[in-house]
């Protein structure tokens, strides 16, 4: 047997692998997330770049501006769930190459993929697509010698009945809730974009906002000049609720006179007879 045949094939491509150490995790930083990433088991981190001279030599890492050659450095921090290290070739000490990117999220270390390797994926996923939706039409294809090519639907709808059953079981699979650190940062986003994005305000609502306040300031003006008017209607209103009110006290006591006049009716009975004893 070939010693390649007694276990799986290894991934050459380092976008397939991640590493994580949980004893760092709860402690991870910015101040330690470099040495984090320079573990001996850590596959993406190359043991002959210019931070592990440093490091034996026990010096800063800002000793590595003045270094040529491998290096890797802290280029975005979100604490504490998000750290980018990249790795670059340092030529002068304002100049350098980035080679690579590395992500770590939640103390797992990623590598960013590259342009070439979007763009392959990409495509390999869109001729995949149209590789399958050219062979599921042509299974549909019918030829008939006097009536030539047709299209036959009606054996397939078992397929795609199926196909539906599943897509809704799909669906109506229960989706992992968020938490509520990734709540406050998709709300912190959204924030951030508004404030650098405000909303337009469309033209009909700012004619509608001066026609309102124009209309508000002739209605103001008008209760003023007519406010003696107003005093004197609510007076003829006053005298001509009178009769209505006492008309009405006099027709709440005549049913209150006339309930009375129907209990004492219902209720008194004649007193009982006196018999004589013998």
């Known amino acids: 047997m070939?010693?390649?045949?007694?276990?799986?094939?290894?991934?050459?491509?380092?976008?397939?692998?991640?590493?994580?150490?949980?004893?760092?995790?709860?402690?991870?930083?910015?101040?330690?997330?470099?040495?984090?990433?320079s573990?001996?088991?850590?596959?993406?981190?190359?043991?002959?770049?210019?931070?592990?001279?440093?490091?034996?030599?026990?010096?800063?890492?800002d000793l590595l501006n003045n270094m040529t050659g491998v290096e890797y450095i802290l280029l975005h921090v979100q604490d504490p769930i998000l750290y980018v290290i990249r790795k670059q070739h340092r030529h002068t000490p304002t100049e350098a190459t980035p080679l690579a990117d590395y992500y770590?999220?939640?103390?797992?270390?990623?590598?960013?993929?590259?342009?070439?390797?979007?763009?392959?994926?990409?495509?390999?996923?869109?001729?995949?697509?149209?590789?399958?939706?050219?062979?599921?039409?042509?299974?549909?294809?019918?030829y008939h010698p006097s009536k030539g090519y047709s299209w036959d639907f009606s054996s397939n709808k078992a397929i795609a009945e199926n196909n539906k059953t599943d897509k809704?079981?799909?669906?109506?699979?229960?989706?992992?809730?968020?938490?509520?650190?990734?709540?406050?940062?998709?709300d912190m986003l959204l924030g951030d974009l508004l404030r650098k994005f405000p909303l337009p305000i469309p033209q009909a609502y700012q004619h509608g906002s001066g026609q309102q306040q124009n209309q508000n300031g002739s209605s103001a003006a008008n209760n003023n000049s007519g406010g003696e008017g107003g005093d004197h209607g609510s007076e003829v209103a006053s005298?001509?609720?009178?009769?209505?009110?006492?008309?009405?006290?006099?027709?709440?006591?005549?049913?209150?006179?006339?309930?009375?006049?129907?209990?004492a009716g219902s209720d008194m009975k004649p007193p009982p007879e006196k018999k004589m004893k013998m």
């Not at 009110?245 to 209990?263: A, T, Y």
């Open 104 to 142: 770590i999220i939640a103390g797992t270390v990623y590598q960013a993929p590259d342009l070439a390797s979007v763009f392959n994926s990409r495509m390999l996923s869109t001729v995949h697509h149209l590789q399958s939706a050219f062979e599921e039409s042509s299974s549909f294809a019918r």
């Open 239 to 263: 005298i001509k609720q009178e009769p209505g009110e006492h008309g009405s006290n006099d027709m709440g006591g005549s049913l209150l006179m006339q309930g009375v006049k129907e209990e």
């Open 2 to 37: 070939m010693p390649g045949r007694l276990g799986p094939m290894p991934q050459d491509n380092p976008l397939w692998i991640s590493w994580h150490d949980s004893n760092w995790i709860p402690i991870l930083n910015p101040a330690n997330v470099m040495e984090y990433f």
């Open 168 to 186: 809704g079981k799909e669906v109506a699979a229960k989706e992992e809730p968020s938490s509520l650190f990734q709540r406050q940062r998709v």
């Open 39 to 61: 573990e001996k088991s850590n596959p993406f981190y190359d043991r002959t770049c210019n931070n592990e001279i440093v490091r034996m030599q026990r010096q800063t890492l």
